[in-house]
Every structure is written in C-alpha cells, then in structure tokens.
C-alpha cells in the first residue's frame, strides 16, 4: 500500500462530514444509472482528508479496480494551473493583467476583430474567458478516421488565425474560451523560457509535493495505475454500447488548457493550498487567489449548461452561492473523463470528483445528473 498512499496518506484523520454515508449512496446509485464505469471522489477539512470514496473499475477488461492510486484526467481543470502561473508572473513584476496580448502575441493581430483592435484585448481578459475568442481550439469534429484529436504544434493555431474572428466586443461578457488558456500559456513560455510543462512543474506541482502528476503520455512508472476512458453510445437501432476509449491520449498543444493527469491525492493536496495559503506561501498568496475568485461576468460553467445570477467567473475559477455559501472551483470535460472540484474558502474545505465515463447516449439526463452530485458535493463542504 505504500504506492497507492504516496502524496496522499488517505487514512481518515479527521471526522468525516455529516451526511457523508447519504451522499456516497447517493453517488454509487448516480455512477450505477448512468453506467459510469469507475469514478471517486473525497473530501478535504483542515488540510487533511476528511473522507474518500470509490467506485467501480478503472478498467473494465483487466479487471482493475478503482482505488486510491487510480490516475484521472482532469481536463479543463487544467486551466487553474495556467491561471496560477500566470498571477505568479504578474506578482513577481514580470506581466500586468492589463499587458495586451499581441505584446507577447503579436500572431494575434492576423485574428480579424470587426469591434476594434485585437491590440485592445489583455490578458485579464484571457483569464476571465471574456476576450472573445471561440471555444473549441480544433474545427475539425466531425468524427472522421483522419481528424487530430487535438493540434499538436503551435504552428497550426498559428496558420488557422486569418480564418479566425472576435465574436463579440471583448471585455463585454463571458464566453467559455479553449485556445485562450493557450494564449496564456504561450505568454508563460515567452517570459520565462520554459516549456509551459516544465514551468508548472517547478513553480507549482513540486513546490506542492504532487509527486504523481504529469502532463500528456503516461509515463512507464504510472502506466498500472493510469485510468481508461469509456463513452457510453446508442446506435441506429437504439442499443446502448458502453465503448473503452484507450488509457492515453495527446492533447497535443491544448495540454494547457486541459492536460493534467494525477490520483485524487494529488487533487487533495491542491485543494488544501488553495484553503489554507498563507500571504508567504511560496506558490501563491492568499490574497492573489482571492482576486482570481472575485466574480466577474456572469457565466455558464463548462458542464453545468445552465445560467443562473448565482453562478459567475472570476480569473479562471468559476463561482457558486448556495444557500447563501460562496464556492470556488472549476469542471473538466474531455474523452471520457468528467470531473469537478470546488472548495469553501470561510472554511478551507474541498471537495474532488472524478468519473471515467461520459454518457453520450443520454447526455441531458446525465448531465442533470452530474450537477446533482455537484451539488450534493457542496453541501458536504458548505459547514
């Protein structure tokens, strides 16, 4: 058990929260009706894990178990990561948030803008998912034998920009933005140098201990432990299919806005500097990440498909109220892999989920689902 308890010592050591025995019910009857193959979730109080919970297979042909060890994808969790880099910079005197993006970007200028100048747009902006860019970074969807998963060289955004446009005023509203959080990964790297990978990794995932997190292909030491991926389709006929999507994937180009691979140890691990930074913590301040936790724009969340005044964004983190609680976090969404994580900054508490399988076969009454037990999730936190 000493591998599958490194970075993570997931023995309860504090009580675990009330209605906790109600939700994991409620969680496994979610899994099981919506034929969710494997999925976890726990729960952070002090810095410590509070509880943890888990649920079928992380493959289903092998016969492997999810268990404290098992590697998820986060997806567009991900883009936190950039995000923080980014505070980092400016808190260190190397960026503005008002800096304009072509000054790093000139590239950017190729993008046609009918409201003014892309030259207008900063990276504020970006971080908000206000600066009008589309949201997909890949047009090519249509499920084709040939079509990339995702680019994977800087060139070819590069080359899609003439063909590219604002869609709307920037600075005026919100709209979910993917080759944004690539935007300001591309700043990250003209700054400091380095890959965007080996930046976070030495200014983020090793300050934070998160031994067993990676970036793209798994690698030989964590393949055992590295979850599949399952999409569950209906065909013509009507039969449903519940289809393994294969372990790895490359993001390609896109990993910063959705490539980290880690255990749910490594997610408590981050959910308890993000509750408990202190004004010196060497990553980030306390004070900078309650300015990335100011609402901004009212937003639709990236899974949630459903707006309501309670639910906006801020400098990449997404926020809720319920019942009067203010939550931070952010969803992630891609291949097979659904996830969510939120804290309660009052109290420092957390709460991380993650499933290897999406539902395409009844994708609003899973998607119903899902923010059911994102919900139920908060109230385990809300105290």
Request: glycine share 10%.
């Amino acid at each position: 058990m000493l591998q599958t308890l490194t970075c993570l010592a997931l023995a309860v050591s504090v009580q675990r929260p009330a209605g906790w025995p109600a939700f994991t019910r409620a969680f496994d009857a979610y899994a099981a009706g919506d034929s969710v193959v494997g999925a976890s979730v726990l729960v952070v109080t002090n810095g410590r894990v509070a509880a943890h919970h888990e649920y079928g297979a992380a493959d289903r042909a092998l016969g492997q178990r999810v268990d404290t060890a098992t590697i998820y994808h986060w997806a567009s969790i991900t883009k936190t990561l950039t995000a923080i880099a980014i505070l980092q910079l400016r808190d260190r005197g190397r960026l503005s948030l008002d800096d304009r993006v072509t000054k790093w970007i000139p590239e950017l200028r190729q993008v046609h803008d009918s409201f003014g100048s892309v030259d207008d747009i900063t990276i504020r902006m970006l971080l908000s998912h206000a600066a009008g860019f589309q949201g997909p970074t890949w047009p090519w969807t249509r499920g084709q034998p040939w079509e990339p998963f995702e680019p994977t060289r800087w060139e070819q955004l590069v080359a899609m920009m003439p063909y590219q446009e604002v869609l709307f005023a920037p600075g005026s509203r919100y709209s979910y933005s993917n080759p944004g959080f690539i935007y300001l990964a591309r700043i990250i790297e003209q700054i400091t140098g380095d890959p965007w990978e080996t930046y976070v990794q030495k200014n983020i995932l090793t300050p934070l201990g998160l031994t067993r997190s990676y970036f793209g292909v798994t690698p030989y030491h964590l393949a055992a432990a590295r979850s599949n991926n399952y999409t569950v389709t209906k065909d013509s006929t009507g039969r449903v299919s519940v289809v393994a999507n294969g372990r790895d994937f490359d993001p390609g180009v896109t990993i910063p806005n959705g490539g980290w691979n880690a255990p749910l140890g490594d997610l408590a691990r981050y959910l308890a500097f993000l509750g408990n930074a202190s004004p010196g913590n060497a990553v980030l301040g306390h004070g900078s990440l309650e300015e990335m936790w100011r609402a901004r724009y009212l937003a639709v969340e990236p899974v949630a498909g459903e707006l309501t005044p309670a639910d906006s964004i801020g400098l990449s983190f997404f926020i809720l109220r319920r019942g009067g609680t203010r939550f931070v976090g952010h969803t992630g969404h891609q291949a097979g892999f659904r996830s969510f994580f939120y804290i309660n900054p009052a109290t420092g508490s957390g709460v991380v989920a993650a499933f290897n399988t999406t539902n395409d076969a009844d994708n609003e009454r899973s998607e119903a689902g899902f923010r059911a037990v994102r919900d139920s999730a908060l109230a385990l936190i809300a105290r």
